[in-house]
């Protein structure tokens, strides 16, 4: 029995059943899953000291105390984009991640964790709840301490940011996008795969490779220039292309490198009329990666998101 006379294992039990909801909600609030379980556990603490009786809907009231954990951890997260880190870790593939982790991120995907990073506490918090978890905005209103509308208006303005429509429409036909898509895909894969003839098959004859210093092969010159030489340059450092995921970067497509959720690389590239790779940059310095425009290449959910579905946490 608990502090408040109701079964330990009873409550145990039905907490079990929402854990990995809540975790997933966690983790896309937060990007980090040590944090997201810190919250889900500061949640299950919370419960043990709760009257059980006092709560009518225990998903609804887990979902809050984690939402509101998580809006909290955010708002401090003063240093969180002062960290340190080694210039030539990202482009290094890491192993040793933790089982849960990679399963998390393998959901979320990392272009869309690194478009949530852009965006404020409250905007993330509410695009989270409702765009993927379905949660109705007068639930949200109440864990943000807004109206209704406000905290519709918050999600509102996440999707369009997340779906590359802050300032409107997209910027390119969805034709055109598809086919940079295809090249910077075949690009992506051959890296990926160290497959030379693969890179030499999409990267045009005068295609052009520019990088932040930082990010240099040792070595390597400000300014690569013809398939060959860039092909065994991509070849021999590709595999950071494991942590690279399609993304919209001011507006086109391109690709961000992200070990665990976490921006460490942003390759802005050109596609030719022929379907070749032309130029693409890599560009790693913080200030330059704070002014890109990012988005996720797919909308997650459509326009009509604004609606408020009563369907519960999935």
């Given amino acids: 029995m608990d502090e408040h006379g109701a079964p330990a294992d009873e409550l145990a039990e039905q907490f079990e059943t929402h854990r990995a909801r809540l975790r997933g909600a966690a983790y896309r609030m937060l990007g980090s899953a040590g944090e997201a379980d810190d919250a889900v556990q500061e949640a299950w603490l919370r419960l043990t000291r709760t009257d059980p009786g006092g709560i009518d809907n225990l998903e609804a009231w887990l979902r809050t105390v984690v939402s509101r954990l998580c809006l909290d951890m955010l708002r401090s997260r003063a240093s969180r984009r002062e960290d340190p880190y080694d210039a030539h870790a990202p482009l290094v593939a890491r192993d040793g991640d933790p089982e849960h982790e990679t399963e998390l991120l393998d959901q979320v995907g990392r272009a869309m964790l690194v478009v949530l990073d852009t965006l404020g506490p409250a905007e993330r918090v509410a695009f989270v709840l409702h765009d993927v978890f ?26 369009r940011r997340v779906h590359g429509r802050a300032g409107g429409a997209p910027a390119l036909p969805a034709a055109e996008l598809a086919r940079r898509r295809r090249a910077v895909e075949a690009f992506l894969a051959a890296a990926r795969d160290g497959d030379l003839d693969a890179l030499l098959a999409v990267l045009a004859p005068d295609v052009i490779r520019r990088a932040d210093p930082a990010f240099l092969p040792p070595g390597g010159a400000a300014v690569a220039r013809g398939a060959d030489t860039v092909a065994r340059e991509v070849r021999l450092f590709g595999r950071g292309a494991r942590h690279a995921a399609l ?25 030719g009329d022929d379907g070749r790779v032309t130029a693409y940059e890599v560009i790693g310095d913080p200030a330059r990666l704070a002014r890109l425009d990012l988005a996720v290449l797919d909308p997650v959910v459509p326009d009509s998101a604004d609606s408020d579905p009563a369907v519960p946490m999935a």
Avoid: C, M, Q
């Fill in 247 to 271: 993304a919209l970067i001011d507006g086109t497509v391109g690709a961000v490198v992200a070990p665990h959720g976490r921006l460490r690389v942003a390759l802005a590239i050109t596609v």
């Fill in 134 to 159: 379905a949660v109705p905005f007068a639930e949200i209103a109440a864990i943000l301490d807004r109206t209704p509308v406000a905290a519709k208006k918050l999600a509102s303005r996440a999707r």
